[in-house]
């Protein structure tokens, strides 16, 4: 069992997030992957992009084998503390939530652009 220093909370996750030192969240634990990352057959950018925030979603999904499993265990460095309230747990994908509803503005003008063309050309070929 982790002593109570063994216990890290998303900012403490979130603020390695670089190449040079990386940790993720998977199952409720803590581990940092910094020297793996090199070796990681999906890429790095792949860890990476999990950082700062629970994990364990995308590396259930790539269906990782328990070989895998058990060379995660290296890098286990503590638990992830559970008693941060949630409203809290901004990771990654709330970092550039605001970019995300840019790029919905820019479809939208886009597509109400290319109507405003499309519209013109079809009252001016009449």
Not at 10 to 28: E, L, P, R
Not at 67 to 88: C, H, K, N, W
């Amino acid at each position: 069992m982790p002593t109570l220093s063994n216990f890290y909370n998303i900012q403490d996750a979130s603020n390695h997030n670089t190449k040079d030192d990386c940790w993720i969240i998977v199952d409720g634990k803590v581990y940092d992957v910094t020297q793996y990352l090199d070796d990681h057959p999906g890429g790095d950018d792949v860890i990476l992009a999990a950082t700062g925030r629970d994990a364990t979603e995308d590396f259930e999904d790539a269906g990782h084998s328990k070989s895998a499993r058990e060379l995660m265990e290296q890098y286990y460095i503590g638990e992830f503390d559970t008693s941060v309230p949630i409203s809290t747990k901004k990771g990654f994908s709330e970092k550039f939530k605001h970019l995300k509803n840019k790029q919905y503005l820019g479809i939208s003008v886009a597509v109400v652009g290319i109507s405003v063309v499309v519209g013109f050309l079809y009252i001016r070929k009449k």
